[in-house]
Nanobody
Framework: QVQLVESGGGLVQPGGSLRLSCATS????????MRWYRQAPGKERELVAA????????NYADSVKGRFTISRDNAKKTVYLQMNSLKPEDTAVYYC????????????WGQGTQVTVSS
């Protein structure tokens, strides 16, 4: 059974930091690219950060560059999102995503974790 379980969300003041984790099981984690998405109320889901299978390549949305860092630990089958200098506009539900596109597209999603940035 495939599981992606996000944790680490919560309420934080502007300028603060949070570290999200996504623990996975049920699939070969090291063969999947991993991504973090977010969805704010009334808005479409957007890609925040992505990391390659070995962690050697990362990409970020312009809105989070220099503030967020995605990383992964293939031994622990976990992907992380370190979020610094948080802004109110970062408030959203953050989702973990696993993606592999070899012979066919295979994609898994977590249930999401709420991040609220407010004073």
């Amino acid at each position: 059974q495939v599981q992606l379980v996000e944790s680490g969300g919560g309420l934080v003041q502007p300028g603060g930091s949070l570290r999200l984790s996504c623990a996975t099981s049920g699939f070969t984690f090291s063969t999947y690219g991993m991504r973090w998405y977010r969805q704010a109320p009334g808005k479409e889901r957007e890609l925040v950060a992505a990391i390659s299978t070995a962690g050697s390549s990362t990409n970020y949305a312009d809105s989070v560059k220099g503030r967020f860092t995605i990383s992964r630990d293939n031994a622990k089958k976990t992907v992380y999102l370190q979020m610094n200098s948080l802004k109110p506009e970062d408030t959203a539900v953050y989702y973990c995503n696993a993606l592999r596109a070899v012979s066919r597209l295979v994609e898994y999603w977590g249930q999401g974790t709420q991040v609220t940035v407010s004073s």
